[in-house]
């Protein structure tokens, strides 16, 4: 992707300060995932992608927001 001058964000600390972002905007479907509703973080992932601009690693923000709301990644 570098090649063709898209950047993509992997820093670990912008995705999680954008994940807290979205989690603390949308606390209540960041509620439906704490309480195993695993499929609504889709919703907060798209956020998070809306947020870095769409240059997040999609799979690695699933990750860390699964891991943040404690829910084990599959």
């Known amino acids: 992707m570098a090649k063709r001058g898209i950047k993509v964000v992997n820093d670990d600390g912008a995705l999680m300060a954008a ?5 603390a905007e949308q606390a209540e479907t960041a509620d439906k995932v704490r309480n195993g509703h695993v499929p609504a973080a889709g919703a907060l992932i798209g ?18 927001l699964l891991g943040h709301l404690g829910q084990a990644v599959n």
Not at 19 to 23: D, Q, T
Not at 47 to 64: I, S, Y
């Open 19 to 23: 994940i807290e972002k979205v989690c």
């Open 47 to 64: 956020a998070v992608m809306k947020e870095t601009k769409g240059q997040a690693d999609a799979a690695r923000v699933r990750e860390l």
